[in-house]
């Protein structure tokens, strides 16, 4: 049912303004220009009455099909209108124009929009006068008047009358409609009277003849202020026959208040020369006791016996300004406030939609300007009054700010606030002022999340270029590291090689005039040689082992690590007696049973003696303690083995990384034999039994190595300490 009322309503607007169009257009082609105007400015108030029905529509289409049906709705409606009808946006473009705007130009549809009406003119100077009218509608005045022209294309006179007022679209920016009602008609039957009253005296059955041809009202007033002469259109403009308009005052009509101004109006008028004209629009009440609003024009002039007379024509406005009342409201129902300041009286009216947005009733702010300012927040008064001053001064032509606005319940709301002086006083000053409060508060918070989401963009990738800076030196450095270890590689794996060959060949050439000894002497530094080779060789498998979690296997089994450390010590007894070194081993513990590899625990604790006998000096000790300990992070019972030498030491800068694989201290890479493998093998080994192992320098000298064991570590603290 809503949708067949809805039908039925559009027919019935459409069936509306095709009739108002074919009585207008009859009208004019007989002659009766003042019906077809009246039904011009009907039919404008029905286009708008169905736009806003258009728009209005609640049958859930989507937005662009509404606009789309709206726009064609309206292109359709102003069609039907015989007098030229247009719409222009804010860059005085036109973007909307009838069937009797192109057949005045005698351009299509095409060729004009989107050009600005300036382009038309006949010169530069008429361009720049359009112009400068549109801005000023733009700026909130409207435009009624009439116009001489000569016609686009037959070239003769043209006479209009031009209305041109403001509204706002869908999207809140400002157009300016407008159209123009020829009245030449009017013009030149009204230059007929008044050459009739000039040349021919006493013809004034001629002169009605040609005022009652004349579409719009006309009279003429004596100086006394009576109507000595009136046409149908003015008769009927009035509701009254001819006979009793005659001999009357306008306040017998219109009241005696406004009676009296329009007496007023044509006294100041009487006193100027022949000619002046007197124009102006005047708001009255029509028989039927409704507003209405007319353009009067009035022309002083001296009859056949010399008696000055008024020569008055009235053009209705009514239906149009109820067109625009209809327009606006539509609108400005875009949720936006508005402020009007009186600068001359020193007071502001503030709409309801202004008071509502910050959270106020209607009767809850007043009407002084402080109202605003007050409550703008301290930190935008500075900007806010300058760009208010600017625009004041004239130096700027709009004023537009941006402003925090301090709500009923204490929170700031961003406003976008723009204004425009619309009178001003003859020497310039700004007298009025109208502005539109629009609330950006969500546009200013999207605004500022963007820009937090920015920052932290930035941040992000700042750590990552500094993470990969990173890891670039790190594999730079551990590239330098490799090649100093292969370097210094070569030279230990081609030492005891040459040796070898070398004592092979003396054997093997002198073996036939070298004593047994000797012979003997020959093989033994061929074993040596060939054992210290192995040694390598073996080293380098571990290492290359220790790097895949595959090949290097742990046998692990309940073992004693302090049986280990004793075997280990009894091993190295020849190389300790070779350099004539001491070892000396404390533990307060009978044994230290845990759960892991012997063969490897040994392995790594060969390596340490060997560094430790290595790198110590003659004569020196070398301590091994054994102690009950606990990791400091997870408090796992641990045991903690300790080589301790008096030796060269390592260097502070260098104890962390001595145990990266192809690394060697700068004092072994200057001591002859180190070869940077061992360390690398025990981290490894220590590491699979899920335990600790590091280096520190010791108060007397030297360096020691410290190493702890879980006894039996829980899973995750077995995964943890092998990180």
């Given amino acids: 049912m809503p949708q067949a009322h809805a039908r039925r309503q559009q027919w019935l607007i459409f069936v509306c303004l095709c009739a108002g169009g074919g009585a207008l257009l009859l009208s004019l082609k007989f002659g009766n220009w003042l019906t077809?105007?009246?039904?011009?400015?009907?039919?404008?108030?029905?286009?708008?009455?169905?736009?806003?029905?258009?728009?209005?529509?609640?049958?859930?289409?989507?937005?662009?099909?509404?606009?789309?049906?709206?726009?064609?709705?309206?292109?359709?409606?102003?069609?039907?209108?015989?007098?030229?009808?247009?719409?222009?946006?804010?860059?005085?473009?036109?973007?909307m124009v009838n069937n009797a705007y192109?057949?005045?130009?005698?351009?299509?549809?095409?060729?004009?929009?989107?050009?600005?009406?300036?382009?038309?003119?006949?010169?530069?100077?008429?361009?720049?006068?359009?112009?400068?009218?549109?801005?000023i509608v733009l700026g909130g005045q409207e435009v009624r008047k009439e116009e001489c022209i000569l016609h686009p294309v037959s070239g003769e006179p043209l006479h209009q009358i031009v209305t041109k007022t403001r509204c706002f679209d869908e999207d809140d920016n400002p157009v300016i409609i407008g159209g123009f009602f020829d009245i030449t008609p009017l013009r030149r039957a009204e230059q007929a009277a008044i050459h009739a009253l000039d040349t021919q005296t006493r013809q004034r059955d001629f002169l009605q003849v040609v005022f009652d041809a004349v579409p719009i009202p006309l009279f003429v007033k004596s100086a006394d202020h009576r109507f000595i002469m009136s046409n149908l259109a003015h008769a009927r403009h009035e509701g009254l026959p001819r006979q009793q308009i005659?001999?009357?005052?306008?306040?017998?009509?219109?009241?005696?208040?406004?009676?009296?101004?329009?007496?007023?109006?044509?006294?100041?008028?009487?006193?100027?020369?022949?000619?002046?004209?007197?124009?102006?629009e005047q708001e009255s009440v029509s028989p039927g006791g409704n507003t209405r609003f007319t353009i009067k024009?009035?022309?002083?002039?001296?009859?056949?016996?010399?008696?000055?007379?008024?020569?008055?024509?009235?053009?209705?406005?009514?239906?149009?300004?109820?067109?625009?009342?209809?327009?606006?409201?539509?609108?400005?129902?875009?949720?936006?406030?508005?402020?009007?300041?009186?600068?001359?009286?020193?007071?502001?009216?503030?709409?309801?939609?202004?008071?509502?947005?910050?959270?106020?009733?209607?009767?809850?702010?007043?009407?002084?300007?402080?109202?605003?300012?007050?409550?703008i927040h301290p930190d935008d008064v500075e900007s806010v009054q300058a760009s208010m001053d600017v625009h004041l001064e004239g130096i700027v032509p709009i004023y537009v700010c941006e402003l925090r606005i301090l709500g009923r319940h204490g929170e700031y709301l961003w406003?976008?606030?723009?204004?425009?002086?619309?009178?001003?006083?003859?020497?310039?000053?700004?007298?009025?002022?109208?502005?539109?409060?629009?609330?950006?508060?969500?546009?200013?918070?999207?605004?500022?999340?963007?820009?937090?989401?920015?920052?932290?963009?930035?941040?992000?990738?700042?750590?990552?270029?500094?993470?990969?800076?990173?890891?670039?030196?790190?594999?730079?450095?551990?590239?330098?590291?490799?090649?100093?270890?292969?370097?210094?590689?070569?030279?230990?794996?081609?030492?005891?090689?040459?040796?070898?060959?070398?004592?092979?060949?003396?054997?093997?050439?002198?073996?036939?005039?070298?004593?047994?000894?000797?012979?003997?002497g020959y093989f033994q530094h061929i074993r040596t040689s060939g054992e210290r080779l192995h040694s390598l060789l073996s080293d380098l498998l571990d290492l290359s082992r220790t790097g895949s979690s595959n090949t290097m296997v742990l046998h692990q089994y309940n073992v004693d690590l302090l049986d280990i450390t004793r075997v280990a010590l009894r091993e190295a007894a020849p190389a300790l007696e070779e350099r004539s070194l001491r070892t000396r081993l404390e533990t307060e513990i009978s044994n230290a049973i845990l759960k892991g590899d012997a063969l490897r625990l040994g392995q790594m604790l060969r390596n340490l003696l060997s560094n430790a006998i290595q790198y110590s000096p003659e004569g020196s000790e070398i301590l091994v303690s054994l102690h009950h300990t606990h990791?400091?992070?997870?408090?796992?019972?641990?045991?903690?083995?300790?080589?301790?030498?008096?030796?060269?030491?390592?260097?502070?800068?260098?104890?962390?990384?001595?145990?990266?694989?192809?690394?060697?201290?700068?004092?072994?890479?200057?001591?002859?034999?180190?070869?940077?493998?061992?360390?690398?093998?025990?981290?490894e080994i220590v590491l699979r039994h899920h335990g600790r192992i590091f280096a520190r320098q010791r108060d007397a000298g030297g360096s020691e190595f410290v190493v702890q064991i879980p006894l039996n570590p829980p899973a995750a603290a077995l995964e943890k300490h092998a990180a």
């Fill in 36 to 95: 077809g105007s009246v039904l011009a400015l009907a039919l404008l108030s029905g286009i708008a009455a169905g736009i806003t029905w258009a728009r209005s529509r609640p049958d859930g289409i989507s937005e662009q099909t509404r606009r789309e049906r709206a726009r064609a709705f309206m292109q359709r409606a102003i069609d039907a209108m015989p007098a030229p009808v247009f719409v222009k946006n804010q860059n005085h473009q036109l973007v």
């Fill in 102 to 135: 192109c057949a005045q130009r005698q351009m299509s549809r095409d060729e004009i929009l989107g050009r600005c009406a300036s382009a038309f003119a006949p010169d530069f100077a008429e361009g720049a006068r359009i112009d400068n009218e549109d801005e």
């Fill in 246 to 280: 005659i001999g009357r005052r306008a306040a017998d009509f219109v009241g005696a208040e406004l009676g009296a101004q329009i007496d007023a109006e044509e006294a100041r008028l009487l006193g100027s020369p022949s000619g002046t004209v007197f124009e102006g």
């Fill in 297 to 375: 024009r009035n022309t002083m002039a001296i009859d056949p016996s010399g008696q000055q007379v008024i020569i008055g024509a009235l053009t209705e406005l009514t239906a149009q300004r109820l067109a625009e009342a209809r327009w606006k409201f539509a609108l400005e129902g875009t949720g936006d406030g508005m402020w009007d300041w009186d600068i001359a009286n020193n007071t502001t009216y503030y709409s309801a939609r202004w008071k509502a947005m910050l959270g106020y009733g209607e009767e809850e702010i007043g009407d002084a300007p402080e109202e605003r300012t007050r409550r």
């Fill in 415 to 520: 406003m976008l606030d723009r204004g425009l002086v619309v009178e001003r006083s003859t020497d310039g000053k700004p007298r009025r002022m109208i502005g539109m409060f629009t609330d950006i508060t969500r546009q200013k918070q999207a605004e500022e999340e963007l820009r937090q989401h920015r920052d932290e963009l930035s941040k992000l990738v700042a750590e990552q270029t500094q993470d990969l800076v990173a890891a670039k030196d790190a594999a730079e450095q551990a590239s330098e590291a490799k090649s100093r270890f292969l370097a210094n590689m070569s030279h230990e794996l081609r030492t005891p090689m040459h040796a070898i060959l070398s004592f092979a060949k003396m054997g093997n050439e002198r073996s036939a005039s070298a004593t047994p000894e000797k012979i003997a």
């Fill in 631 to 683: 990791f400091a992070d997870s408090g796992a019972a641990a045991f903690e083995l300790i080589v301790a030498d008096q030796g060269l030491g390592i260097p502070a800068n260098e104890l962390e990384y001595i145990f990266e694989t192809f690394e060697q201290g700068s004092k072994t890479r200057n001591n002859a034999g180190g070869r940077g493998l061992g360390l690398p093998v025990c981290r």
